[in-house]
């Protein structure tokens, strides 16, 4: 699935948020979205997910604009398609680490419980084997970011939106993790992913520097 952000531009309370962002980005391909803190990396994420409506410019999803989308359209992107690992995590504390994990499938009504194999592949690939009964509320804070990590790659979409999903990790989790979308975008995954991490910028198919002016992505040999 291609996603493609065309001129987009995002302006709150009269002040410019990004301005006139344009990058594609492909399936099998991870694409980095760098800039420093501030630059508006999470705004054009948000915007690329369809999760903000940019004030000037459009997203395209396999060429279609969605400006127009309504939110059923949105919706049945996400439910079908997408997956998000998000600044806050979305981690519901109340739920096991488990029901956190399956949430595509509880939420969208798939069926009461997840894939049994499939949970444990993705607890086993985030480091959490074992976990999966405990209360999400007692993970740590890079247990938390892996969580978020194993509910993505559970949920086995064609698109992952994330948004600095190494920050709270120690060396050998984040290579863990880096190893995981990397491992998405060779399956075919359109893997998009904003990052301060040198690390995950390096293991990047396209570099794609927010606040620059055009042209913006550099597609490595
Ligand atoms: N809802 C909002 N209302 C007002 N300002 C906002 C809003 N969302 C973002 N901003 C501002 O837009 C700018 C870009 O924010 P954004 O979070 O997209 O940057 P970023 O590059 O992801 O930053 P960081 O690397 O620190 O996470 C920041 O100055 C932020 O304060």
């Known amino acids: 699935m291609i996603i493609e952000a065309r ?3 995002m302006e709150i309370d009269g002040q410019s948020i990004v301005a006139d962002e344009s990058v594609v980005c492909r399936p099998g391909e ?3 979205l760098v800039g420093p803190s501030g630059s508006g990396k999470t705004t054009l994420l948000h915007c690329l997910g369809l999760l903000q409506a940019p004030t000037t410019g459009d997203v395209l999803v396999d060429g279609t ?3 127009h989308w309504k939110g059923g359209r949105r919706r049945r992107l996400w439910r079908d398609h997408v997956a ?7 981690i519901m504390l109340e739920e096991s680490v488990e029901a956190n994990v399956t949430m595509s499938t509880r939420i969208w009504g798939r069926g009461a419980a997840g894939d049994a194999a499939r949970t444990r592949e993705a607890l086993e690939a985030t480091g959490l084997a074992g976990r999966g009964e405990e209360q999400a509320a007692h993970l740590s804070g890079g247990e938390r970011q892996r969580l978020a990590v194993a509910r993505a790659i559970y949920k086995d979409a064609r698109v992952l939106l994330v948004d600095e999903p190494t920050a709270s990790l120690d060396e050998d989790n984040r290579d863990r993790v880096i190893g995981l979308f990397r491992e998405r975008a060779r399956r075919g995954c359109t893997v998009v992913v904003a990052t301060h991490d040198a690390a995950f910028v390096d293991a990047c198919d396209a570099v794609h520097r927010v606040g620059a002016p055009a042209p913006a992505l ?3 040999a």
Do not use: H, I, N, W
């Not at 998000?84 to 979305?90: A, E, K, N, S």
């Open 84 to 90: 998000f690992v998000l600044q806050d995590y979305g």
């Open 218 to 220: 550099a597609t490595r």
């Open 65 to 67: 604009p969605t400006r």
């Open 30 to 32: 991870m694409t980095a």
């Open 7 to 9: 001129q987009v531009g």
